[in-house]
């Protein structure tokens, strides 16, 4: 087995919160173009009905999506790691 | 049995640590499909659309077949897996992974079609900025990036406590397995959130998948062109799409069974109950085929019965029968006894699924823009090298995606066999007795 220096702690810990900065971004940009698509609808008066009908089913989903994401992050490398210690 | 554990364990983690010649010689011929892949694009980007059989009226041929062949490819992972995972299914276990990853990787290229399809990709940041959702098509959209997020998290989440493993067993890529570790200990804490996480996933999965295929089926659906114009197309396009997943896994299973020797894990016994599935999913793809094409003959509507008799003895009446043969008749033959040569049989089987399906979908995009409803002239397609091309290298591009996946993370979920090993026998017997009645005798 090759001999690999130790990894620091707070470069994982870091490396983590932007794993998770970006599961967010990935998720947050999908609601934002949603809404900017009611928003044009809107401000082009064309069939709003459409747009917000979909994103009342759409955006709850990913929603959902960003807390189950979050919920893993604070349970396993945040609150998981203190009740170890 | 903590040492035959290890042993066997180390016939999962031994891919990712060592590299045999076999990987290169696979990863150098998916190269030589990809470079042919590359080339037509790169012809099709520089001379446009011309350079395909994509002609007037018929817009639509192999990368539209493509991405809905794909796309129903890809349910064969999360939706499958999912299903399984809520019934308890204790034989999922070796299974599941491979399944999850297939979704994963397949829903990239097939949303990928979409762009290889556009004469002008330079102005595909308009259908973001300009999108409008009365547009099928951007439902679609929005339903795989959901499924797509969806599979990802479902893909990952099962995920860490096998990293876990990489991380304190493997002597390298410490960093990156650290980083997607989480702190993973396997704590009860830890172990209880995983598991919420993973079911929440679970159920959420399955009417997001359900609505992908559906959603894909509307494009086509929600026009008024014969034979397209049909109510049970939602559920149809699922049926298709769950059947494909199921053969294009076997297959996937069949090929990393030899090529990693995973006969330890992957048994007959999971082929039996897969190619039984298969059987049944390919009764109710003939009951929705016999279903759709009866509806639309006993209309007898002109435009409808065109295509129709197209289909049926017309030019389109290879493609119609070769995927009757490889959908029905191939399957029936195979898997209605499994008692002997399971493998092989359901092999054939799923090869001649893949096949047919992909004939299916062919035989749903092109005929109805061969004879177009309104009073355009008819016309025949014929795909150039560039779409066998594109189609080649996005095949391509699907099996190397999934090997070098299979280089940096174990493609059998360690800590579910460990689990399964440790727990389900115990589990399984209580349930049974939960679900007899009365008092059940303790054996002596």
Redesign the interface.
Same mark, same amino acid.
């Given at each position: 087995?090759? +001999?690999?220096a130790p990894?620091s702690d707070r470069?994982?810990r870091r490396?983590?919160w932007i794993?998770l900065g970006g599961a967010f971004l990935?998720?947050g940009g999908?609601i934002a173009?949603?809404v900017?698509?009611i928003v &044009?609808?809107w401000r082009l008066d064309?069939?709003i009905q &459409?747009?917000v009908?979909?994103?009342i089913v &759409?955006i709850p989903?990913?929603l959902?999506?960003m807390g189950?994401?979050f +919920?893993?992050?604070w349970?396993? &490398?945040l609150?998981?790691?203190k009740?170890?210690d | 049995m903590a040492e035959i554990r290890d042993a066997h364990e180390d016939i999962l983690l031994a891919p990712i640590e060592y590299t045999g010649r076999g990987f290169y010689w696979a990863v150098a011929f998916l190269s030589v499909l990809i470079l042919w892949g590359a080339i037509a694009y790169a012809v099709q980007f520089t001379q446009g659309l011309g350079v395909t059989g994509l002609h007037q009226p018929v817009g639509w041929g192999f990368y539209v077949t493509n991405f809905v062949f794909f796309i129903g490819i890809s349910h064969a992972g999360t939706l499958i897996s999912a299903i399984l995972r809520l019934s308890k299914a204790e034989w999922r276990r070796p299974i599941t992974r491979m399944a999850e990853v297939i979704t994963c990787m397949v829903i990239f290229i097939g949303a990928g079609q979409i762009l290889v399809d556009l004469g002008r990709p330079d102005r595909m940041m308009n259908v973001l900025r300009h999108g409008r959702y009365q547009s099928p098509l951007l439902w679609d959209a929005t339903s795989i990036s959901a499924y797509l997020t969806a599979s990802l998290t479902y893909l990952y989440l099962p995920m860490i406590p096998d990293i876990a493993i990489l991380r304190d067993r493997l002597g390298k890529r410490k960093l990156l397995y650290s980083v997607l570790a989480l702190g993973w200990t396997g704590t009860e804490h830890q172990q209880k959130v995983l598991n919420r996480a993973i079911a929440i996933m679970a159920v959420l999965v399955i009417p997001i998948a359900v609505s992908v295929h559906s959603v894909v089926s509307f494009v086509f659906s929600m026009t008024l062109q014969p034979s397209w114009h049909s109510t049970i197309f939602g559920p149809y396009f699922v049926v298709g799409a769950i059947f494909s997943g199921i053969a294009g896994l076997i297959v996937t299973m069949i090929i990393f069974r030899k090529a990693y020797g995973l006969d330890y894990y992957l048994k007959p016994i999971h082929f039996r109950y897969l190619g039984q599935l298969l059987l049944i999913m390919a009764l109710l793809w003939f009951y929705f085929t016999f279903a759709e094409y009866l509806t639309g003959y006993y209309g007898a509507e002109p435009e409808e019965m065109k295509i129709f008799w197209a289909k049926f003895s017309g030019p389109f009446w290879p493609f119609f029968w070769a995927m009757v043969l490889c959908n029905f008749v191939v399957p029936l033959l195979c898997l209605a006894s499994l008692k002997q040569h399971t493998v092989g049989k359901v092999l054939i089987a799923s090869l001649s699924i893949i096949i047919g399906m992909w004939l299916e979908r062919f035989i749903i995009v092109v005929p109805t823009l061969s004879f177009p409803r309104l009073p355009f002239p008819e016309g025949v397609y014929a795909p150039t090298w560039v779409e066998w091309g594109e189609t080649a290298g996005s095949l391509g591009l699907f099996a190397l995606f999934y090997l070098l996946f299979t280089k940096f993370f174990p493609i059998i979920s360690i800590w579910e066999i460990r689990e399964g090993r440790e727990n389900s026998v115990r589990e399984v017997e209580e349930r049974i007795i939960s679900y007899l009645p009365g008092e059940v005798e303790e054996k002596p």
């Open positions: 087995m090759e +001999y690999q990894v470069l994982i490396l983590q794993w990935l998720v999908i173009w949603i900017h698509l &044009a609808s064309d069939v &459409a747009s009908g979909i994103s &759409a989903i990913f959902v999506f189950v994401i +919920y893993v992050f349970g396993v &490398a609150h998981g790691r009740r170890e | -």
